[in-house]
């Protein structure tokens, strides 16, 4: 007598995600590997530190400005159709600068439109593979899929990063040719996705800006999703700001560039750590202590700053910080995509990274105007100030408190991979 194994295919065996994984680590790799060349390309050909700052103001810029519409039209296009061409574009856009660095015409203008082509990408691809992930795994494997997908992130952070400049030590055009060939083979992965049909409607281009303002509505009416992007707007824009008064507080303590660059990769190190960590701290804590915790820790953290003076032992207390956030974040992302209809995930996506994207980008304006107007150790307190006061709101929401653990949507159990479906 048999019977039929129920049982969802494991991640690792799973085509789908794995051609997506692997795609998006390839194409992460080449994008950080551009962000730490581009303004030491733009150095060495100008020598002007503000035309250095404007491609990489002009990469933020792009993703904030088309984010909200990038989250619409994510739910109104076909999904991978929408990566398959974000990736052909950067890859276009490497290539002609490959080319401009080649024939020795690379000129500012240049640069800040691949720049902004870079920018739009990501500000189109992230809504529309958010929302794509959860039609390619079973809904009790999401939260596993989005921790291991923060893994990907900061691993390619990591190699990124220390690729970057030794790639533009060997050639100027070096990197930007590394980039070329990454997003190359994130684009030819792509093209073998095979994606479940996705329920839209076509709808005139004018009726864009509705759909954006259904986007925010929902969002804001679904009042653990309000609470959840309100914390994390306050949580990111003082912590940035608080990373940014660390590494100038460094710089003021004669601690070495090479220990401050230790500083910024055990940052990296311990997400990379605690995304790997996240789907077992994910089943064990409970979603109101994953989240809540992570703010004390941070708010309890922070002011230790004050007395260290080793760049190895600031790092490892960045580390320390960092390590606590991918269950908590994994905790949130997998909640929202089972809370969120199919065909408002994109514009979730796009409101959420907006919210982020705009605390992340004031954070370090605001961490230099507390360095310009106070002491540094008291522009420390500030921070942390900052940081226990959302710490304080969270703890006292009884959103939060009460914060359900996912669970498994009946009509999603078992029917997200299938191949029927798939197109």
């Avoid at 709808?203 to 309100?230: D, F, H």
Wanted: glycine residues 8%.
């Amino acid at each position: 007598m048999s019977t039929t194994d129920t049982r969802p295919v494991p991640l690792s065996r799973n085509r789908n995600y794995q051609l997506l994984w692997v795609s998006q680590a390839s194409a992460e790799l080449g994008v950080n590997i551009t962000t730490i060349a581009f303004p030491l390309l733009v150095l060495a050909l100008t020598g002007s530190p503000s035309a250095a700052s404007l491609v990489l103001v002009t990469m933020s810029a792009a993703r904030l400005v088309v984010g909200l519409p990038a989250g619409a039209l994510a739910d109104r296009w076909n999904r991978k159709a929408v990566m398959v061409l974000c990736e052909a574009a950067q890859a276009v856009a490497a290539g002609s600068l490959v080319l401009a660095l080649w024939w020795d015409v690379a000129t500012v203008p240049h640069m800040v439109a691949v720049a902004a082509v870079i920018g739009v990408a990501a500000a189109l691809f992230e809504p529309a593979e958010e929302a794509t992930l959860p039609n390619l795994v079973p809904a009790e494997q999401l939260g596993t899929a989005v921790s291991i997908n923060a893994a990907r992130g900061y691993l390619a952070q990591l190699l990124g990063t220390a690729a970057g400049g030794f790639l533009f030590a060997v050639g100027r055009v070096v990197p930007f040719l590394v980039d070329l060939i990454s997003h190359t083979i994130a684009f030819l992965g792509l093209l073998f996705l095979r994606v479940p049909q996705q329920e839209r409607k076509s709808a005139p281009v004018g009726q864009l800006g509705s759909e954006i303002v259904t986007g925010v509505r929902w969002v804001w009416q679904q009042r653990p999703l309000r609470t959840m992007a309100l914390c994390a707007v306050l949580l990111n824009l003082f912590f940035t700001a608080f990373y940014l008064v660390v590494i100038i507080l460094a710089q003021t303590r004669n601690v070495p560039a090479g220990e401050i660059g230790v500083m910024a990769s055990l940052l990296g190190v311990g997400g990379l750590l605690g995304a790997l960590a996240a789907p077992l701290l994910h089943r064990l804590i409970s979603p109101a202590v994953s989240i809540i915790g992570v703010f004390w820790v941070l708010a309890a953290l922070t002011p230790l700053t004050i007395w260290i003076d080793s760049g190895y032992l600031m790092g490892l207390l960045f580390a320390g910080m960092a390590f606590t956030l991918p269950a908590a974040n994994t905790t949130i992302s997998t909640y929202q995509l089972l809370l969120t209809p199919d065909e408002l995930r994109g514009r979730l996506g796009g409101v959420m990274g907006v919210a982020t994207g705009v605390a992340g980008t004031a954070g370090p304006a605001l961490g230099g105007v507390l360095m310009e107007l106070l002491p540094a150790t008291t522009a420390v307190l500030v921070c942390t100030g900052g940081i226990a006061l959302t710490a304080l709101l969270v703890t006292l929401s009884p959103t939060l408190r009460n914060f359900p653990r996912p669970t498994v949507p009946v009509e999603e159990h078992g029917a997200t991979t299938t191949e029927e479906r798939a197109s």
